[in-house]
Structures are given as structure tokens and as C-alpha cells.
């Protein structure tokens, strides 16, 4: 069974840092990797999806990679600003549904 | 392009209630999803239509809840009854085929069930 974790829960940084959230998977058997951005009373915004053959994708200031073997992918966030505050959420596809499985999400607070 | 479609965006009930929720996706998009989000966590798939059929209702209480998609482009999710546990965001996403390594999915604004 696929399970989801990100780390840390919650991370407080100043304006201007650069900064990495994780997120692992237990089974490495995975379709595409997916990480979302959630703003508070909001629905979910597609960052980047990592397709598995991939081993990153970016997106202006984003840069997301994808470690398939070591279960393990990143989203880096260069030179933070207060609008990145956010919960960013990672989703694997591991079936040929195309279900996604969850992690649980890591809120971000960027400080001016 | 518009985007994925839900309402209402609040819903407040009485347990024992019932309650639906509707869902327009995106125009084209062949696979529609149903997901609750339990504050705190991230959100869990209750059930995936491809066109009008059901490809994964597997976490589906089908004691309670029930959806539909009838004619392959909006959905309707209801609860009957409804229970405390149920208080959640429900969100419906849809992508353009859902098919493994071609699922990019968008979601919606989410519904807010608060159920006292």
C-alpha cells in the first residue's frame, strides 16, 4: 500500500531564503509525482508534475526533482517571498487509475 | 479556459441530514474525481468516474454516501446520512483521460461541509 509523507509539517522562514520541502513514498512503482499548492479556504493548484521517467521539472522559481529509487522527491523554492505562504501537498500516481495518494502537506509561512 | 467547478462552497448541517454537491469540470476532461480533505491532512480519493462509469470507488462508505455522473459531465456527490466524521472539504478534480502517466489533475474550489 503507497503511503505519502512530507516533511516537516510546518517551516517559518525570512523573505528571501532558499528552501527545500521533502516528501518520500514507500513504493517506488510510481506513474507520475504531482506537488500542489493550497491556499487557506482554497482548492489545489498544480505546481509541477514529475512524470517517473523525469528526474526534475521547474517552473519559475520552483524546481521540483524525483528520486524513484530512493522513494524520494523535493520542491525547492528560490528566493522566497510572503505570496509563496502556503500548504504544498505532494501526490504520487501509482495505479493505472491515475488515483492519487496524498501526503499530508507541509504549511509554509514566508516572513517579510 | 475555465476551471473545475463546485457548489455550494459552504454547507452547514445537522447530523443525521442529508446533502449534495455538484461538480462541473473542465469541458473535455474525460475522468472526474471526488475527494475529501479532513482538516489537516491531504486529501483522500472517495471516487473516480471515467466518462460515466466508476473506475475506483474502493474508500466510497457506501452506507452513506452516494455519486453519480449521468451523462459523463457533471457530478453530484450526496450524503444520507450524514455524520460528524463527515465534516470535511470535499473536492472534485478532473483531468483530460486519467490514465496512468496522463493524469494531470485540476481541482476545484472545494466545498466546505461543516456537520454540528
Known amino acids: 500500500k503507497q503511503e505519502v509523507t512530507q516533511i516537516p509539517a510546518a517551516l517559518s522562514v525570512p523573505e528571501g531564503e532558499n528552501l527545500v520541502l521533502n516528501c518520500s513514498f514507500t513504493?517506488?512503482?510510481?506513474?507520475?509525482l504531482q506537488w500542489f499548492r493550497q491556499d487557506p479556504g482554497k482548492g489545489l493548484t498544480s505546481l509541477l508534475l514529475i512524470q517517473s521517467s523525469q528526474r526534475e521539472q521547474t517552473s519559475g522559481r520552483l524546481n521540483a526533482s524525483l528520486d524513484k529509487s530512493s522513494g524520494r522527491s523535493t520542491l525547492y523554492i528560490a528566493a522566497s517571498q510572503p505570496g509563496d505562504s502556503a500548504t504544498y501537498l505532494c501526490a504520487v500516481s501509482s495505479s493505472n487509475t491515475g488515483k492519487l495518494i496524498f501526503g499530508q502537506g507541509t504549511t509554509l509561512q514566508v516572513k517579510p | 479556459e475555465a476551471g473545475v467547478a463546485q457548489s455550494p462552497r459552504y454547507k452547514i448541517i445537522e447530523k443525521r441530514q442529508s446533502v449534495a454537491f455538484w461538480c462541473n469540470p473542465i469541458?473535455?476532461?474525460?475522468?472526474l474525481y471526488w475527494y475529501q480533505q479532513i482538516l489537516g491532512q491531504g486529501p483522500k480519493l472517495l471516487i473516480q468516474?471515467?466518462?460515466?462509469?466508476?473506475?475506483?470507488d474502493s474508500q466510497l462508505p457506501k452506507d452513506r454516501f452516494s455519486a453519480e455522473r449521468l451523462k459523463g459531465v457533471d457530478s453530484t456527490l450526496k450524503i444520507q446520512p450524514a455524520k460528524l466524521e463527515d465534516s470535511a472539504v470535499y473536492l472534485c478534480?478532473?483531468?483530460?483521460?486519467?490514465?496512468?502517466?496522463?493524469?494531470?489533475?485540476?481541482f476545484g474550489p472545494g466545498t466546505r461541509l461543516t456537520v454540528l
Open positions: 478534480a478532473s483531468s483530460l483521460r486519467g490514465l496512468a502517466g496522463n493524469n494531470e489533475q485540476f
Open positions: 468516474f471515467q466518462n460515466n462509469g466508476v473506475v475506483d
Open positions: 513504493d517506488s512503482a510510481i506513474y507520475n
Open positions: 469541458s473535455g476532461h474525460a475522468t
